[in-house]
């Protein structure tokens, strides 16, 4: 098939690959604008926008893709289908009609289950074992059509989102171009979302991101790792941002108070809402270098009772 493959971070890079590698013939990427990065806020290239300028791909870059110049190439092209995975923006029904097969989007998460800009990140701060990766057939609601196909993938005791994307992106490339394969062949028809286990997943926010030391040390294992990479957990201390890192909990009760920081001959131990502490692995102070918990505390002269905000 013809097809027109819509993603923008790295986590689509994958599935653009696959289908390069694949019997469908990419015509073009459509992908969000060049936007700033780093400090010095220098316009960057999409990672999927790199790929497919290596490739030699004729790339669209529409402000909102219900721009008529957008619109209007895309007629032209004509695809049978246009494939999408994370590109960030509302596709509008007059795109959604120009295909045939309609676009197909690759999901990370068990539709009907953590519909949403950030079904990973909502997986494992839930505390969920099990999620995995969906294809289904775009339409107005918010990740609410039919379902092709699905892959499963175990959630592990330290994955962070990082880790677990990385996973069901190869994993769900796979799945989205066999669903492809399936479409073109005629072979496979979409079934409708269960109406039962519906969840949202709307994306992180920093403020969503600010441990509270009151809650419990699960919940803030489960926030640190749901949170690495992006938006990054984040305390304060004595006012100044302090990035966290995977932390683990410490079991058995003791008497540290939420927030109170205390050294062991492993390293720095916190208190939580929990009465259990976690302890801390990396940490990256405001305008430093990420470092190990320990070298942090010698560096800054920490003592013993020293307390996150």
């Not at 120009?98 to 990140?121: D, E, K, M, T, Y």
């Not at 959630?155 to 479409?183: F, K, N």
């Not at 062991?264 to 502490?277: A, C, E, I, M």
Request: contains cysteine.
């Amino acid at each position: 098939m013809r097809v027109l493959f819509a993603g923008t971070p790295e986590p689509a890079v994958p599935s653009l690959k696959a289908l390069l590698d694949s019997r469908h013939e990419v015509v073009a990427v459509l992908t969000r604008p060049d936007a700033p990065t780093g400090r010095g806020r220098r316009l960057e290239p999409s990672p999927v926008r790199r790929v497919a300028d290596e490739a030699g791909i004729e790339v669209l870059t529409p402000p909102r893709p219900r721009d008529p110049a957008f619109l209007a190439r895309l007629a032209e092209l004509a695809p049978d289908a246009c494939p999408v995975v994370a590109y960030g923006g509302l596709i509008p029904p007059a795109a959604l009609e120009v295909p045939r097969h309609g676009w197909i989007n690759l999901h990370f998460s068990l539709l009907p289950a953590w519909r949403g800009a950030a079904p990973v990140q909502h997986a494992i701060l839930a505390g969920d074992e099990v999620t995995g990766a969906c294809t289904f057939r775009l339409e107005e609601g918010l990740d609410t059509g039919p379902i092709f196909g699905t892959v499963t993938e175990e959630i592990g005791r330290t994955d962070t989102s990082g880790d677990l994307l990385e996973r069901l992106a190869v994993d769900g490339a796979r799945l989205l171009v066999a669903t492809l394969d399936g479409i073109e062949e005629g072979r496979l028809n979409a079934v409708p979302q269960p109406a039962e286990g519906v969840s949202h997943a709307p994306k992180l926010t920093t403020d969503d991101a600010r441990i509270d030391w009151k809650t419990p040390a699960l919940h803030i294992d489960r926030q640190v790792r749901a949170c690495t990479p992006a938006p990054g957990a984040w305390t304060t201390l004595g006012g100044e941002r302090v990035k966290i890192f995977p932390v683990t909990p410490i079991p058995g009760i003791t008497d540290v108070e939420p927030g109170t920081i205390v050294s062991d001959k492993r390293g720095l131990q916190v208190g939580t809402g929990s009465g259990h502490t976690v302890r801390l692995g990396d940490v990256q102070a405001q305008g430093k270098r990420r470092m190990a918990a320990a070298d942090w505390a010698r560096g800054l002269r920490l003592h013993d009772g020293a307390r996150f905000e």
